[in-house]
């Protein structure tokens, strides 16, 4: 793992003002500077991208190899919880993507408890703000490093 790309969903861009109780204070530049701090002291080169378009997040998953980046860390946004054109893109691809939030989806309401993109993703972090970001890059890190496994995803195995 020498590169890794960091996708933003929607609305992800008013990060700093938008709900700052949910999301907190932190804009989505302050976000990507500590992901990239983070990613230098672990030698990895770290690229953010941001787009409220969905087609666009879908071509950025399907060129990432073809980009040379080793995984993914993905907030879909919104578009956890309908979008199954994202979830494809996720299952198409052969990088690992960890599925990030700043929010514990889990813990709010009930239509934000479901993820149509985590079955398909090597996992998924939540709750604990822009830090988030930096524990899926730990994350894909130790997946490279053999410290965690491959794939422990029953679900999907079983092709649900
Ligand atoms: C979010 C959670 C989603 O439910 C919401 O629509 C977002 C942000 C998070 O990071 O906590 O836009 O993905």
Not at 49 to 57: A, C, F, M
Not at 80 to 102: K, N, Q
Request: net charge positive; with cysteine; hydrophobic share 45%.
């Amino acid at each position: 793992m020498r590169a890794a790309l960091v996708l933003h969903g929607p609305n992800l861009n008013l990060l700093g003002t938008r709900e700052p109780g949910v999301y907190g204070r932190a804009s989505l530049a302050e976000v990507d500077r500590l992901v990239q701090a983070q990613g230098k002291r672990r030698g990895l080169r770290v690229e953010c991208r941001q787009s409220n378009v969905e087609g666009e997040l879908i071509n950025w998953l399907q060129g990432a190899a073809r980009e040379g980046f080793d995984g993914v860390v993905f907030n879909p946004g919104a578009f956890t919880h309908y979008s199954i054109a994202l979830r494809d893109a996720v299952a198409a691809i052969t990088l690992p993507v960890v599925e990030v939030h700043l929010s514990n989806i889990h813990g709010r309401e009930e239509f934000r408890q479901h993820s149509v993109i985590a079955a398909v993703a090597r996992g998924q972090i939540a709750g604990f703000g822009a830090h988030s970001y930096v524990l899926a890059l730990d994350a894909l890190l130790a997946l490279r490093d053999g410290r965690a496994p491959a794939r422990v995803n029953s679900r999907r195995r079983r092709g649900v």
